[in-house]
C-alpha cells in the first residue's frame, strides 16, 4: 500500500490524501485551499471559474487521471462537510462513487443551494461509524469524531497486511466528546501511520468546552440592555445548541436567518436527531426566523423559495420586521456580513445599546476580506464586541489522546502550517515529515 499527500502538509485547508494499492485507489477529501503558496488568501471564486484541467495545472486539483474519468476502480471518500476538505469535489467523474456521511451529504447539498451551486453529490455510499466497507482491496472503517463540523470522520484505512489512520479534523471538549470515549473504546489496532491533524499547534486558541461557553452566553445576554447580536457559522450546530440554551435560560427569543432555519430544520426531520432545536411553534416557541433581503432575493430568482423560505413563512415561527423593532432587547440575532443592509434598515437605530458577540475563529478578525470589514462596520456603529468561542481543533492533550488510542509507528504532520514542531513536541515517537506530492510506500 502506498499514500501521498497532495495537499495538507505545510498547510491548513484543501486536504487531499490519495492511497493505492495495485488494483484500487482511495482519494480522502477533496479541499478548496484556504491559502496559496505565499500564505495569502486563495480565491475560492476565481477558482471556481477554471476548468479541471486549468486547475491540475496550477496543482490546486491533485493530478489523478482515474477521478476525472470513468473508472471503477477509484473512489473518493469526504471527511466532513468543511469546504476545505471538500470544495473541489465537483471536478470529478460522475461514475466515481463518493463515500460519506448521510448528514454530511445534506449539509453539502444545502450550502451549494444557498450559494447558487448546481451540482450535487453523485453515486452517494453513506458511512456509519464503526461499520468496515471496502474499495476493492482497500478496507476502510470510519470513526464519528467531534468537531465544529456535524457528522465529521477519521478513517482506518487497510490493505496488503499494511494500515494508516487518518485524524480528520477533530477535537475531544466539544459537545460530542463522548464519540472519542466510544472510539478509545472499540479500537484495538496499532497502526503504521497516522496522518494526524495539527491545526492549533502554533495558534493561541481557547480550548473551552461548549458548557463553558454556555454560561458565558447567558452572563452577556442578561448583561445586554439592546440586542445580541451573534456572528458564527451557520453550520456550527454545536454552538448553535449552545447559543440556544442560553436563550432559553435567560427568557430571549433566538432570531435565526431562514438559511439556519434550514440546517437544523433538515438534520432534526431527516438525521433525526432529537435533541437538535429547530424552528417549531410547538416544540422550540424560543426560536423565531428572519428573511435577510439578499438571500431572499437569490433564492426567489433560483426558484427555490418554496422549498427554503416557505416551511418558515407562518404568524407562529417568523418575526416580522415591526415585531424585531418593538422588542430588540429580547433579541439574540444571528448574523453575518450579507445582512448588513437588514441591520440598518430595520435594527441598528432600536440597538444602540446592543452587543456583538464574534463566536468564530479569531484569525479571521485580520484577514482582508468580509469579516474584516464587517467587523469595522460594526464598531463604527459603536457596538462592544465579545468574543465567545472555543476552537473546533484539538489541544495538544487531544492530539496525545489521538495517538495513545492508535498507537502509530510513524505519525505524519497534516492539515497545519507547522509540522516541524511535530518532532518537539511528539519527540518519544517516530515523526516522520514529509512533502506535499511525495510518495510513502507502507
Known amino acids: 500500500m502506498r499514500f501521498k499527500i497532495h495537499r495538507g502538509t505545510k498547510e491548513i485547508g484543501g486536504t487531499c490524501v490519495e492511497i493505492w494499492t495495485d488494483s484500487s485507489r482511495l482519494v480522502i477529501d477533496m479541499g478548496m485551499p484556504l491559502v496559496n503558496p ?14 479541471t484541467a486549468e486547475l491540475i495545472q496550477k496543482n490546486i486539483l491533485p493530478d489523478i487521471p482515474s477521478l476525472y474519468q470513468d473508472s471503477s476502480k477509484t473512489a473518493l471518500l469526504i471527511s466532513h462537510a468543511h469546504q476545505d476538505h471538500y470544495g473541489l469535489m465537483n471536478h470529478i467523474n460522475s461514475s466515481c462513487p463518493v463515500y460519506l456521511g448521510f448528514a ?27 461499520e468496515k466497507f471496502n474499495v476493492g482491496n482497500i478496507n476502510v472503517t470510519p470513526y464519528q469524531m467531534d468537531h465544529a463540523a456535524f457528522d465529521s470522520y477519521a478513517f482506518l484505512i487497510e490493505a496488503d497486511g499494511k494500515s494508516l489512520f487518518y485524524s480528520g479534523d477533530f477535537r475531544i471538549h466539544g459537545r460530542n466528546s463522548q464519540l472519542f470515549d466510544w472510539f478509545s473504546n472499540n479500537f484495538d489496532k496499532k497502526v503504521d501511520y497516522l496522518l494526524l491533524e495539527g491545526s492549533t499547534i502554533g495558534r493561541k486558541e481557547d480550548f473551552q468546552t461548549e458548557s463553558e461557553l454556555e454560561e458565558k452566553f447567558v452572563k452577556t445576554f442578561s448583561e445586554t440592555k439592546g440586542t ?50 429547530f424552528p417549531s411553534s410547538q416544540t422550540y416557541p424560543e426560536i423565531k426566523v428572519y428573511f435577510p433581503q439578499f438571500l431572499r432575493k437569490r433564492m426567489d430568482e433560483r ?17 416580522g420586521r415591526n415585531k424585531i423593532k418593538e422588542i430588540p432587547e429580547k433579541l439574540v440575532m444571528l448574523i453575518r456580513p450579507s445582512v448588513k443592509y437588514d441591520l440598518e434598515k430595520y435594527l441598528f437605530k432600536y440597538s444602540s445599546d446592543g452587543c456583538f458577540i464574534y463566536s468564530m475563529y479569531s484569525g479571521y478578525k ?62 518519544d515517537l517516530n515523526v516522520k515529515i514529509v512533502n506535499d506530492k511525495d510518495e510513502i510506500v507502507i
Not at 454545536?238 to 432555519?261: H, M, P, Q, S, W
Not at 423560505?309 to 407562529?316: A, L, R, T
Request: charged fraction near 25%; include cysteine; charge should be positive.
Open 366 to 427: 485580520d484577514k482582508p476580506g468580509d469579516t474584516k470589514d464587517f467587523l469595522k462596520y460594526i464598531t463604527d456603529k459603536g457596538m462592544q464586541i465579545v468574543d465567545i468561542h472555543t476552537s473546533g481543533h484539538a489541544d495538544l492533550a487531544g492530539l496525545r489522546k489521538m495517538v495513545n488510542v492508535v498507537k502509530p509507528k510513524h505519525i505524519v504532520p497534516i492539515h497545519t502550517f507547522e509540522k516541524e514542531s511535530y518532532i518537539t513536541l511528539f519527540s
Open 104 to 130: 454530511t451529504k445534506l449539509l453539502i447539498e444545502l450550502t451549494n443551494t444557498f450559494t447558487g451551486k448546481e451540482w450535487t453529490v453523485q453515486k452517494a455510499h453513506h458511512i456509519k461509524t464503526g
Open 38 to 51: 505565499d500564505r495569502t488568501p486563495f480565491d475560492s471564486r476565481e477558482a471556481e471559474k477554471r476548468s
Open 228 to 277: 445580541n447580536l451573534v456572528y458564527v457559522s451557520g453550520q456550527n450546530i454545536d454552538r448553535l445548541e449552545t447559543i440556544y440554551n442560553a436563550c432559553k435560560r435567560t427568557g430571549k427569543i433566538f432570531l435565526i436567518d431562514f438559511y439556519v432555519a434550514n440546517v437544523l430544520r433538515t438534520l432534526s426531520k431527516k438525521v433525526k436527531h432529537n435533541a437538535l432545536p
Open 303 to 319: 426558484g427555490m423559495a418554496v422549498k427554503t423560505i416557505f416551511p418558515f413563512v407562518n404568524e407562529k415561527t417568523k418575526l
